[in-house]
């Protein structure tokens, strides 16, 4: 249940549970619900990054991903903390993510099988059991030997 003194807070949650992408990006023609989330993805084009850490030289196109790397590098503040156990999180996704962990609940369904996970990640390791293209670890080595093969191919052109 959503709650907020402000009524601006109230319309702007209002707004998820519709489908209706007014804000146009001139560049590629994305749409978005809000113009904040507009003023970002045009940031993404541009290279704007107005968000600048006051701890380092970094900077950033949201003001969430300025919060999360000052939690992560500088603060090590853990403001999402589990009810049930000691876990802590930087992030609020991470945090119930875990919380799955406790209640059982896989809310990622394969659409090929009977197959449910905690997270999407694990869903797309086990969707590649269906495409036929190996596991992560599969991809990884063939990578690697690619990698490999191409810095002999190198070394040998350079003789």
Do not use: W
């Amino acid at each position: 249940v959503f709650t907020s003194s402000r009524m601006s807070s109230f319309h702007r949650h209002m707004k998820t549970h519709t489908s209706e992408k007014p804000h146009l990006c001139h560049l590629c023609l994305k749409t978005f619900r809000t113009a904040t989330l507009l003023r970002n993805h045009v940031n993404t084009h541009t290279g704007t990054r107005p968000y600048k850490c006051s701890d380092c030289n970094m900077a950033f196109v949201t003001s969430g991903e300025l919060v999360r790397h000052r939690r992560y590098k500088h603060t090590h503040e853990k403001p999402f903390k589990c009810s049930m156990c000691k876990y802590a999180s930087v992030e609020a996704s991470k945090l119930k993510r875990h919380v799955r962990s406790h209640t059982g609940e896989r809310p990622f369904q394969c659409c090929q099988c009977s197959y449910a996970s905690r997270d999407t990640y694990k869903l797309k390791r086990h969707m590649r059991t269906h495409s036929g293209k190996g596991s992560g670890a599969e991809v990884l080595a063939l990578k690697a030997s690619f990698k490999k093969l191409l810095f002999i191919g190198t070394v040998k052109v350079q003789r």
